[in-house]
């Protein structure tokens, strides 16, 4: 089974100061990591995702996650955000066969002027 | 080309009623997957469609849930009678193969009152 643990519920962040959302997830078996962002009123838009290669991923707007196997963890990270980064944040897993989901109860990231 | 789109995008019916929802795919795609989230709570796999056929409904939360996808097209996700604590968001998603790239709609938001 697959679990995945987002630890912070509440981000406040400071507009042009940088972010770090922690993403920690379990698995008995091999799994492709993903970040989803919902703006408000808005569906799930894919950030990044991890399928295999470099630990460092870069995705659109500016964020990058890094994969580490060891402590099982796909932190998403910016380095100076924007009031447009306003948003809820999910990590999730899949596994490689199936589209199967298992999502993080989401971080939401509330960046102040 | 239309990405996922669903129907309808609020809706706010009493404890008891019936609600559908509708989710139409992007054309093409054989993979149909609905989630949900409710109260905030993280996003939860219901089912998994492959054409018409149900390929995964461990997700389904009980009886009073029922989907379908007849034609192998459109989905429904008829909830009967709704209860309080089926408010939340629906998504719906869509892939080419069961393993390919998932595109997810808008979300259909469901107040139960």
């Known amino acids: 089974a697959q679990s995945v643990t987002q630890l912070d519920s509440q981000v406040p962040v400071f507009e042009e100061a940088p972010v770090e959302l922690r993403c920690n997830y379990s698995?008995?078996?091999?799994?492709?990591l993903f970040w989803y962002v919902q703006y408000p009123n808005q569906g799930l838009q894919l950030l990044l995702k991890?399928?295999?290669?470099?630990?460092l991923v870069k995705g659109i707007n500016g964020f990058e996650a890094e994969f580490n196997k060891s402590q099982t963890s796909f932190h998403l990270r910016k380095p100076s955000v924007h009031i447009s980064d306003t948003a809820e944040y999910f990590c999730?897993?899949?596994?490689?066969?199936?589209?199967?989901?298992?999502f993080g109860s989401g971080t939401k990231l509330n960046v102040k002027p | 080309e239309a990405g996922v789109t669903q129907f309808p995008s609020h809706s706010v019916i009493e404890k008891g009623q019936t609600v559908t929802l509708r989710c139409d795919p992007i054309?093409?795609?054989?993979?149909l997957y609905w989630y949900r989230r409710v109260m905030g709570k993280e996003i939860k796999f219901l089912l998994h469609?492959?054409?018409?056929?149900?390929?995964?409904e461990s997700g389904m939360p009980n009886n009073r849930f029922l989907a379908e996808r007849t034609g192998g097209t459109y989905s429904t996700l008829k909830v009967q009678p709704a209860e309080l604590e089926d408010s939340g968001v629906y998504f719906c998603?869509?892939?080419?193969?069961?393993?390919?790239?998932?595109?997810f709609g808008e979300g259909s938001w469901l107040t139960v009152v």
């Open positions: 998603a869509s892939s080419q193969g069961p393993s390919d790239t998932i595109y």
């Open positions: 698995s008995s078996v091999s799994v492709y």
């Open positions: 991890y399928l295999s290669g470099s630990t």
């Open positions: 999730a897993v899949r596994t490689y066969n199936f589209n199967k989901f298992y």
């Open positions: 054309s093409g795609h054989d993979n």
């Open positions: 469609f492959v054409k018409e056929s149900k390929q995964d």
